[in-house]
Nanobody
Framework: QVQLVESGGGLVQAGDSLRLSCTASGHIFSGQSMGWFRQAPGKEREFVAAIGRSSGRTTYADSVKGRFTISRDNAKNMVYLQMNSLKPDDTAVYYC????????????????WGQGTQVTVSS
């Protein structure tokens, strides 16, 4: 059974930073690519960032490029999302997911998801 648990969300002001963490268990974490997605109320889940198995390749949504950084620690079965210069538009529930489909930006390529962590950015 694959389990993903996100943490690190919270309420911050515009311009602040947050670091989200995702802990993976129950599967071969190091063999899979990982991604972060987010979903705001009334909107579809959207891609944020993804990272390959060995951290050598990353990709980002244009809306977060230059502000967010995805990283992973295979020894700890962890993936992180460092979020800087947060904006009110970044407010959403953030989810991490696993995929065998490479560094993917499409949600339907992901096999498992965590329960999400809320990020709220006030103006």
């Amino acid at each position: 059974q694959v389990q993903l648990v996100e943490s690190g969300g919270g309420l911050v002001q515009a311009g602040d930073s947050l670091r989200l963490s995702c802990t993976a268990s129950g599967h071969i974490f190091s063999g899979q690519s990982m991604g972060w997605f987010r979903q705001a109320p009334g909107k579809e889940r959207e891609f944020v960032a993804a990272i390959g198995r060995s951290s050598g390749r990353t990709t980002y949504a244009d809306s977060v490029k230059g502000r967010f950084t995805i990283s992973r620690d295979n020894a700890k079965n962890m993936v992180y999302l460092q979020m800087n210069s947060l904006k009110p538009d970044d407010t959403a529930v953030y989810y991490c997911g696993t995929t065998w489909g490479g560094v993917a930006g499409t949600a339907n390529l992901y096999d498992y998801w965590g329960q999400g962590t809320q990020v709220t950015v006030s103006s």
